[in-house]
């Protein structure tokens, strides 16, 4: 029944920023566990942040730690990755989900509500 809507990607240089922004229909945030994940032509999903419910705690791939942030507003049902210092290697499809089993939280398997993914392409 829940909803889940990605905006924010697009085209940018190297060094360059981009916020993503993730908005849900019918799905209580406040209830659990939020990630955001990416996709390359070629490769697995991959998780690259996730945030608990209470919004207090998070954790990063090591490919992105120091230059990305999560964070949410479970009043407006919106999760955020802010991501900086974009690189080449940062191209993908970026995706949100919801629906946390309870598992590792980088396996996409244990998200069960998946948006349609906003597309990030960086140049150098």
């Known amino acids: 029944q829940g909803r889940l809507e990605e905006s924010g990607g697009g085209s940018v240089q190297a060094g360059g920023s981009l916020r993503l922004s993730c908005a849900a229909s019918q799905i209580s945030f406040s209830m659990g566990r939020l990630a955001w994940f990416r996709q390359a032509p070629g490769k697995e999903r991959e998780g690259v942040a996730t945030?608990?419910?209470?919004?207090?705690?998070?954790y990063y791939a090591d490919s992105v730690k120091g230059r990305f942030t999560i964070s949410r507003d479970n009043a407006k049902n919106t999760v955020y990755l802010q991501m900086n210092s974009l690189k080449p290697e940062d191209t993908a499809m970026y995706y949100c989900?919801?629906?946390?089993?309870?598992?590792?939280?980088?396996?996409?398997?244990?998200?069960?509500?998946w948006g349609q993914g906003t597309q990030v392409t960086v140049s150098s």
């Open positions: 989900a919801a629906g946390w089993t309870g598992g590792n939280w980088y396996r996409a398997e244990q998200f069960l509500i």
């Open positions: 945030i608990n419910s209470g919004g207090d705690i998070t």
